[in-house]
C-alpha cells in the first residue's frame, strides 16, 4: 500500500537525485554494513567488505578514520584468532569506539552527547535492495550526513545522523502520509520513515547488513577455543559480545522517538535510556530499558516573586506519586499502542514494584522497558559505568561471569527466582572490593572523594559519588583476569550466604538482617535486598555450579589451543548444563548432550587438520 503512494510522489526539477527515491512518514509499521558518505575509495570499502565480511561504521575525521584502518590492518594481520566473521566486525569496531565514545567522560558527558546525536538521527525502512550512494546523496539535499549505517530487523533499516537537527524538519517537509485504500494511517510525523524505490528494476545493488543479535554459543565456544590462554578468551568474549558502536547509538535514537511521543503530552519530557544500555555491561541483545524523566518540566518554572500575585499551574492531583507515575505511563503506553510506529505488543504492567509499559520496537529489534519515576536505577547505572570504566578487569570478569551463568540456566530473561545479571554484576563488584589490594574501591570511598556538584539525594536515599573518573587512584592490583575468574568462583563457592550479606556500599561482607537465602544490599535504597527473589535450590545451584568451574579451571590451567582437543578453559565453562545431572562427573557434564557432542566432534575435526597442517609445514 505504501509503495502505490509513495510512486505517485511528484519530483521536482531543483532536487535532481530526487528521481530515485521517496520517503513516508511511517504510520504504524513495523536489525549492518554501514559507512560515513565521505569520499573513501572504492579499494577500501572493497577491501574492508571483502575481509571483514562488513564494515560497520567509519569515522568521518582523518584521525578517527586512521585509527580504524590501524585498528582493522592489526586485526587482519592476526592470523592465530579464529573469529568468525561477524564477530570480527563487532571486536574491530567495538572497542576502540567504546574507549574513544566514554573514556575520561563522566556519564553525564556521555549521556547528554548521545542523546544529542539521537535528535539529530532518523531511522528509515528500506527495500531490500537500495542504490546506497543514491540514498545518501538523496538526503544531503537537506543537510551534511555525519553518520550512517544499515541494519537488519523485520527487513533493512537505516540509520541517518545528520548535523544538525534542522535537516529532519526539511526531510519531514518534504515527506508525506500515505494514504491506505483499506487502512486508514494515524497521521503522526515522526522520525521513522518508510523508503519507497519509484523504480526498484534498476536500482539492484545491495548494502551489507550486520547481525545485531548475540551469536550462537557455539560459535563464540569454538571462537574461544582458538584463544591462546584463558585471559584472551576472557577478553574475547567480552568482545564479541558487547555492545558495537551502532547498537547503542539505535538505543539512543529509539528512546528519542518515543520520546517524541510522551512529548506530545508532556513537551520537556526526556526519555533516557539506563541499565546494562548505558552502564558498560550490556550484552548484545539486552533488553533497552527506558525511563520517563519529568523532573525538568518542574525544575523550568522558575517561581517569580515580584509583584502581589503568584502565578501557578492549575493541576489535577492524585494521592501519590505512584498513582501519579501509573497514571502517567497508563497514557504513554497508550499511545505507544496506538500512535506508536514501530511499537507492538505493548503490555501496561502498572502494578508492579516498578509500574512499567513493556513493548517491541520492532523497527530497532528492541524489547523496551519504560518505567518513570526511577531515578535511583539512574544513579544505579551510572554507578555501574564508574567500576565498568575504572578497570578493564572489571567489565571482562562481569561479561564471563554473566555469560556462564546464562549458559547454566542461573539467569533467565523470564522472571522468577533466579539470579539476576544485575545481582551477578553487584557479586562480582563486591568480589573486586575483597581482593588484596582491591582491584576496586568501595561505594563508600566513592562518596568521601565526591565533589559538592555530585550530592544526590533521592527520597531520602543517600546516591552521592563521585563522578568524575580522574579523581579515583588506580588500583594497585596486578592480579590476571583469568586468576580472579578462577578465584570468584572459589569465593562465591565458599562464601557464608547464610549468616552474611553482601554490601558494595562498605566493600564488605555485613551480618545478614534476614533470612531470605542471599542478601545483596541494595546501594542505595540500604534496607533492601536486590536479591530477595532468590530461592534456596537456586543459591545451592549457583553455589554447586561456582565449585564446579574452579574445579574445571584449575584443572585445566595449562591447557590451550594447542594442547586441546576438547573445550577448555572459559569455553569448558560455557557448555550447557543438563538438566537434573548437574551432580554428574566433573568435566564432562555438557557431553550427553547432543548439540554439545556435535560441537565437541567439530572442535575436535578442526584442531586435528591444524595438527595436519602444522606437521606437513614443519616437514617441508
Ligand atoms: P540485563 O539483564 O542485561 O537487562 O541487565 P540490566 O542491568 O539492564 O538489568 P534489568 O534490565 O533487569 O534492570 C535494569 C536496571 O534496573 C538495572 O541495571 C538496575 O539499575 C535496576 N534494577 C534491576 N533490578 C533491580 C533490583 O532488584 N533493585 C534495584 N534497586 N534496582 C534494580
Ligand atoms: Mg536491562
Known amino acids: 500500500m505504501l509503495t502505490v503512494a509513495m510512486v505517485m510522489w511528484p519530483v521536482t526539477s531543483a532536487w535532481p537525485a530526487l528521481t530515485d527515491v521517496t520517503l513516508t512518514g511511517l504510520p504504524r509499521w513495523l536489525p549492518w554494513l554501514s559507512t560515513s558518505y565521505t569520499e573513501e575509495t572504492e579499494v577500501e570499502r572493497a577491501a574492508m567488505a571483502a575481509r571483514v565480511g562488513l564494515v560497520t561504521r567509519l569515522p568521518v575525521c582523518p584521525q578517527g578514520r586512521g585509527r580504524f584502518l590501524g585498528s582493522l590492518c592489526r586485526h587482519l594481520s592476526n592470523s592465530r584468532r579464529a573469529i568468525p566473521r561477524r564477530e570480527e566486525a563487532t571486536a574491530v569496531c567495538a572497542e576502540p569506539e567504546l574507549q574513544e565514545t566514554t573514556k575520561g567522560k563522566t556519564f553525564s558527558e556521555v549521556q547528554k552527547e548521545r542523546r544529542e546525536q539521537a535528535q539529530r538521527s532518523i531511522l528509515i525502512s528500506c527495500p531490500k535492495k537500495i542504490p546506497e550512494k543514491k540514498l545518501l546523496k538523496h538526503l544531503c539535499q537537506h543537510g551534511d550526513i555525519t553518520n550512517h549505517f544499515f541494519f537488519e530487523s523485520f527487513g533493512l533499516h ?17 515527506s508525506f502520509i500515505p494514504r491506505g485504500e483499506t487502512e486508514f494511517p494515524i497521521p503522526f510525523k515522526s522520525r521513522f520513515f518508510h523508503l519507497n524505490l519509484k523504480n526498484p528494476s534498476s536500482q539492484t545493488s545491495n548494502v551489507q547488513c550486520n547481525n545485531q543479535s548475540s551469536p550462537l554459543n557455539a560459535d563464540i565456544i569454538k571462537t574461544l577455543c582458538n584463544a591462546e590462554n584463558v585471559e584472551s578468551q576472557i577478553n574475547t568474549l567480552m568482545k564479541i559480545l558487547q555492545l558495537t558502536e551502532e547498537n547503542i547509538r539505535l538505543r539512543y535514537l529509539t528512546c528519542s522517538l518515543i520520546e517524541d511521543i510522551a512529548a506530545a503530552y508532556f513537551p520537556s519530557c526526556t526519555i533516557k535510556p539506563f541499565g546494562s544500555s548505558v552502564n558498560t555491561f550490556g550484552k548484545l541483545g539486552c533488553d533497552l530499558d527506558m525511563f520517563l524523566d519529568l523532573d525538568d518540566i518542574g525544575k523550568n518554572s522558575a517561581t517569580k516573586t515580584e509583584g502581589s500575585f503568584l502565578m501557578e499551574y492549575q493541576v489535577k492531583n492524585v494521592p501519590s506519586e505512584r498513582w501519579a507515575t501509573q497514571k502517567i505511563l ?18 501496561k504492567i502498572l502494578n508492579a514494584r516498578c509500574p ?7 523497527a530497532s529489534g528492541f524489547q523496551c522497558d519504560l518505567t518513570a519515576n526511577n531515578r535511583i536505577a539512574m544513579k544505579s547505572s551510572e554507578l555501574l559505568y564508574i567500576y565498568g570504566s575504572l578497570d578493564s578487569r572489571v567489565r571482562a570478569l562481569a561479561f564471563s561471569i554473566r555469560c556462564w551463568a546464562r549458559q547454566q540456566a542461573l539467569t533467565s530473561s523470564i522472571p522468577g527466582s533466579w539470579l539476576t545479571n ?3 554484576t553487584m557479586m562480582v563488584i563486591f568480589f573486586l572490593q575483597k581482593r588484596s589490594p582491591p582491584v576496586i574501591p568501595s561505594l563508600d570511598y566513592l562518596k568521601n572523594i565526591a565533589d559538592a556538584e555530585d550530592k544526590c539525594i533521592i527520597d531520602s536515599n543517600d546516591c552521592t559519588f563521585v563522578s568524575n573518573l ?9 592480579e590476571t583476569v583469568d586468576n580472579l575468574l578462577c578465584q570468584f568462583f572459589e569465593y562465591f563457592g565458599n562464601f557464608p550466604f547464610n549468616k552474611n550479606s553482601i554490601n558494595i556500599r562498605k566493600g564488605k561482607e555485613q551480618n545478614k538482617p534476614d533470612s531470605s537465602p542471599i542478601y545483596i544490599q541494595n546501594p542505595f535504597e540500604i534496607s533492601l535486598n536486590i536479591s530477595r527473589n532468590v530461592n534456596e535450590s537456586q543459591l545451592e545451584r549457583f553455589v554447586h555450579l561456582a565449585r564446579e568451574s574452579a574445579w574445571i579451571l584449575q584443572e585445566n590451567k595449562d591447557q590451550s589451543s594447542k594442547s586441546s582437543t576438547e573445550p577448555w578453559g572459559l569455553a569448558a565453562l560455557l557448555l550447557p548444563s543438563v538438566p537434573n545431572k548437574s551432580k554428574a562427573k566433573k568435566p564432562g557434564r555438557g557431553q550427553a548432550n547432543e548439540a554439545v557432542k556435535k560441537l565437541l566432534e567439530s572442535i575436535k575435526a578442526e584442531s586435528r587438520a591444524t595438527r595436519e597442517k602444522t606437521t606437513i609445514s614443519t616437514q617441508s
Open 158 to 174: 537505516a540509520v541517518i545522523e545528520f548535523s544538525k537537527k534542522e535537516s529532519i524538519a526539511s526531510l519531514q517537509d518534504a
Open 330 to 347: 497508563a497514557v504513554i503506553g497508550e499511545c505507544l499502542d496506538n500512535f506508536g510506529p514501530g511499537c507492538v505488543s505493548v503490555q
Open 356 to 362: 512499567l509499559v513493556r513493548f517491541s520496537h520492532q
Open 422 to 424: 544485575f545481582s551477578l
Open 470 to 478: 580522574d579523581r579515583i587512584k588506580p588500583s594497585e592490583n596486578k
